[in-house]
DNA sequence: AAAGGAACTTAACCTAGTTTAAGATGTTAT
DNA sequence: ATAACATCTTAAACTAGGTTAAGTTCCTTT
């Protein structure tokens, strides 16, 4: 269970026997259904979450009750509400079980704690965040200078395995339009 | 001049006398009038920069020509090309000066010794990508679900030393829309 | 197997934002 | 001071995407 995680932490660091114990330790593991919650506003979100299998999604909801994804999170990736989970705020994204899901979750506490003992870590979590800042910037920019269809394409790169693990209107959702509209989208590009 | 950085940097953690002097030689000073480019594809970003005075903007220029703001960067904010700066791959933004601007500059080797000479830097920079990505969420989901008028005054509060710094066209350029129609919007505020 | 609900499609009508174009105002260089 | 250029405004015609609504298909639950 907790290989998987090691082995995805080894793919930008170097880790000892030891401080595989640590981080093993520091990580508890978590089994959700489908529809359950991981983070519900107004609470707070209480652990970083990396997800064993299954997946996970994260998004907002606006005044009028419209959901916007903001991430999708299968097999491998993390995601929590991070201003939440750093400032011991209040969340404002929600984070659901698209499917059955395997998790291991840390708390702020064990993470502040595991980065002292094993600082190599920092390292791993500073690629991972500019991973993350990288990937949104070329987000921002697909929402603001294309059109839905190129978006759905990116889309379909990015997460080549979800296209027929997800119903479609959260892939609307995702990519900043209606349903109706996607489905429309859809029928105009197969043909 | 280096005295801004550290203050910067000492908001978040400490150093001593011994770190400084690392950190001040290990920054290169450079000054660039309004207009000029800092960054331009597909040049290699070589440098992060920390603006001490002036203001730098980084932007997309799209197939059609049009340019979209990533970021502005007023006085003691950071901003490169992540991309290229961190693969040394083709930059994809334009980093170009809207003032005269002094700026401090970092090599990636440089950056890279630094850190391992003072590990400290790394939280440092944790702490800002974390920022950058929680500022990006933000602006994503406000594209998605914000009217211009909304987005507008977010930028108001973002940014509020720059409303009157900064031509109009460049404005509407963050906010997603064109100047005709942000020129509309703002007449419709002011009533 | 039937019933009820969720997800998807299609289509007619609506709206936020774009495009094009022209005129007005401001700025810079000579 | 004037030319030349950049910026800002207004308005008319257009388009991408939203809304509403009805019908269809697919899943669950019983």
Redesign the interface.
Known sequence: MHAVLLQELKKHINLTAAEEELITASFRYKKVRKSQFLVQPPDIALYEHFVVSGCLMEY?L?DNG?Q?T?IFAPEKWWTTD??SF?KKEESRYYIEALEDTELLIITREALDNLLKEV?LL??Y??IL??N???G??E???N???SKVEERYLRFLKKYPQLENRLPQYLIASYL?VTPEFFSRVKSRIHR
Request: neutral net charge; aromatic residues 12%.
């Open positions: 907002y606006d419209t916007h903001l991070l201003h750093l600082p920092n390292n979590f500073r965040y500019q993350a800042i990288m949104l910037e987000r921002l920019l929402v603001l200078s900043g």
